[in-house]
T-cell receptor, first 111, second 118 residues
Framework: LAKTTQPISMDSYEGQEVNITCSHNNIATNDYITWYQQFPSQGPRFIIQGYKTKVTNEVASLFIPADRKSSTLSLPRVSLSDTAVYYCLVVARGGYQKVTFGTGTKLQVIP | GAVVSQHPSWVICKSGTSVKIECRSLDFQATTMFWYRQFPKQSLMLMATSNEGSKATYEQGVEKDKFLINHASLTLSTLTVTSAHPEDSSFYIC??????????????FGPGTRLLVL
């Protein structure tokens, strides 16, 4: 299982763009990069998933360089409700493979 | 979208009793489900992989006789904490992936079950 490394915490003011970077140096060819958001006492919520280059949805963008050894989750114009823990996971193709959660990044949005 | 539910959402029990937690995939079938445990201010820890129609696969350090897993159908997996003790108090979360093997299906998580053992 590929190990991921993220900053433990980040602070941001409301309305700013937030970029959270994740390192996954030993990612395998068949692995995808998936980001989840978790609020206290709730299960993780899927945000975005990608394999390479850039992926964008209505919530966030995911940037993956050519070597795929890192990825960056970009949250545009954050609000107070975006305060949560964000997890970067490396997932083997198929969805049936177990995954290992790292420490995650605690994002605190400040008014 | 893919929805995973858990029941109950919270439970309080006396030490020594057993507690069953259900995990259901509401709008898809899942041959594999996962069970996690999360202590306060910590990350999720994988406990076991639940396989429909076969025995669960437990992570190192997880007692299989204490945490009984039954994956009776393609939409239901249950976790039973037997003879619960205060140190078993935690937040239990399940996940499942829809679709067929070979694709890049995403795992979806249930809302979690808060267990408090007195």
């Amino acid at each position: 299982l590929a190990k991921t490394t993220q900053p433990i915490s980040m602070d941001s003011y409301e309305g700013q763009e937030v970029n959270i970077t994740c390192s996954h140096n030993n990612i395998a060819t068949n692995d995808y990069i998936t980001w989840y958001q978790q609020f206290p006492s709730q299960g993780p919520r899927f945000i975005i998933q990608g394999y390479k280059t850039k992926v964008t949805n209505e919530v966030a963008s995911l940037f993956i360089p050519a070597d795929r050894k890192s990825s960056t989750l970009s949250l545009p114009r954050v609000s107070l409700s975006d305060t949560a823990v964000y997890y970067c996971l490396v997932v083997a193709r198929g969805g049936y493979q177990k995954v290992t959660f790292g420490t995650g990044t605690k994002l605190q949005v400040i008014p | 979208g893919a929805v995973v539910s858990q029941h109950p959402s919270w439970v309080i029990c006396k030490s020594g009793t057993s507690v069953k937690i259900e995990c259901r995939s509401l709008d898809f079938q899942a041959t594999t489900m996962f069970w996690y445990r999360q202590f306060p201010k910590q990350s999720l820890m994988l406990m076991a992989t639940s396989n429909e129609g076969s025995k669960a696969t437990y992570e190192q350090g997880v007692e299989k006789d204490k945490f009984l897993i039954n994956h009776a159908s393609l939409t239901l997996s249950t976790l039973t904490v037997t003879s619960a003790h205060p140190e078993d108090s935690s937040f239990y979360i399940c996940s499942a992936a829809p679709g067929t093997s070979g694709g890049q299906e995403t795992q979806y998580f249930g809302p979690g079950t808060r267990l408090l053992v007195l």
